[in-house]
């Protein structure tokens, strides 16, 4: 059975910085691609940012760019987002999910067949 467990979000000013991890097991972590997103209230659940089974390749969602980094430790089967110079308009609750269509596009959130419960982030002015 796959599990994913997201941790390290909370509530932070703005500017301030967070590492969210989340802890994987029940499937061959290295074999997969992992993906963050996001959902704020009332909106669709977004992407984030993307790493590819190996670490090599990443990609960031523009409103993140430049203030985010993924990334992941496939000995311990984890992935994380740090995310630093946060803005009010990042809170929404963060979820990791597991890309299992090798074919999907790495933005779509359909692409993805295994997803955590979420960890709240919330950014105050």
């Known amino acids: 059975q796959v599990q994913l467990v997201e941790s390290g979000g909370g509530l932070v000013q703005a500017g301030g910085s967070l590492r969210l991890s989340c802890a994987t097991s029940?499937?061959?972590?290295?074999?997969?691609?992992m993906g963050w997103f996001r959902q704020a209230p009332g909106k669709e659940r977004e992407f984030v940012a993307y790493i590819s089974w190996s670490g090599g390749i990443t990609y960031y969602a523009d409103s993140v760019k430049g203030r985010s980094s993924i990334s992941r430790d496939n000995a311990k089967s984890l992935v994380y987002l740090q995310m630093n110079s946060l803005k009010p308009e990042d809170t929404a609750v963060y979820y990791c999910?597991?890309?299992?269509?090798?074919?999907?596009?790495?933005?779509?959130?359909?692409?993805?067949?295994?997803w955590g419960q979420g960890t709240q982030v919330t950014v105050s002015s």
């Open positions: 029940g499937h061959s972590f290295s074999s997969y691609d």
């Open positions: 999910a597991v890309k299992t269509i090798s074919g999907s596009y790495y933005r779509d959130v359909a692409g993805y067949g295994y």
